[in-house]
């Protein structure tokens, strides 16, 4: 049974930082493209980044560029965000999710999410 | 970036109603168009993958069709437990983009 666990959330003022890591099993985690999706509170559901199967290619949106990193240790299945100068804005449900499809790069439907963690950026 | 627009953003229905969602892309994304279920305090469930195609457990009541730019997804026979929000989303290009969501309410 796929299982996607997300940790690490939490309270950070405005302009902290903090590190997000989703923790897969059961499936062959190196052959998947993964991305992270958050959802402001009752709002609706918005891409933030994507990573290849092999660590090589990023990819993000232009509201977290240069501020978030995706990363994933294919050794430990792990995938991971590292997210820096936090705003209010950032406030929200993340989730990570797993491609459908064995595709290198991001290029699929997400077949299995996490239940998310919750980040609140509050002074 | 894709913009996805999604009608209407809430619908209320009756059991065994037929019940359609629409979502228009701002440009051509072929097929790459995926629609979703989420229930209140969970994560999103994939339904529909490539416009038309019944992901794996979903019930057969689900479905989805389109191309290019308009799709529609559809349940024919709606059930209590259909209740939740539907997205659409396009993976044609990255930034993946979704629509802002239609919450379905039982009448």
């Known amino acids: 049974e796929v299982q996607l666990v997300e940790s690490g959330g939490g309270l950070v003022q405005p302009g902290g930082s903090l590190r997000l890591s989703c923790a897969a099993s059961g499936f062959t985690f190196r052959s998947y493209a993964m991305s992270w999706v958050r959802q402001a509170p009752g709002k609706g559901l918005e891409w933030v980044s994507g990573?290849?199967?092999?660590?090589?290619?990023?990819y993000y949106a232009d509201s977290v560029k240069g501020r978030f990193t995706v990363s994933r240790d294919n050794s430990k299945n792990t995938l991971y965000l590292q997210m820096n100068s936090l705003t209010v804005e950032d406030t929200a449900v993340y989730y990570c999710a797993k491609d459908r499809a064995i595709v290198v790069v991001p290029a699929s439907p997400f077949d299995h999410w996490g239940q998310g963690v919750l980040v609140t950026v509050s002074s | 970036d894709i913009q996805m627009t999604q009608s209407p953003s809430s619908l209320s229905a009756s059991v065994g109603d037929r019940v359609t969602i629409t979502c228009q892309a701002s440009q051509d994304i072929t097929a790459y168009l995926n629609w979703y279920q989420q229930k209140p305090g969970k994560a999103p469930k994939l339904l529909i993958y490539d416009a038309s195609n019944l992901e794996t457990g979903v019930p057969s009541r689900f479905s989805g069709s389109g191309s290019g730019t308009d799709f529609t997804f559809t349940i024919s026979g709606l059930q209590p437990e259909d209740i939740a929000t539907y997205y659409c989303?396009?993976?044609?290009?990255?930034?993946?983009?979704f629509g802002q969501g239609t919450k379905l309410e039982i009448k």
């Open positions: 990573m290849s199967s092999n660590g090589v290619s990023t």
């Open positions: 989303q396009q993976y044609d290009n990255l930034p993946y983009s």
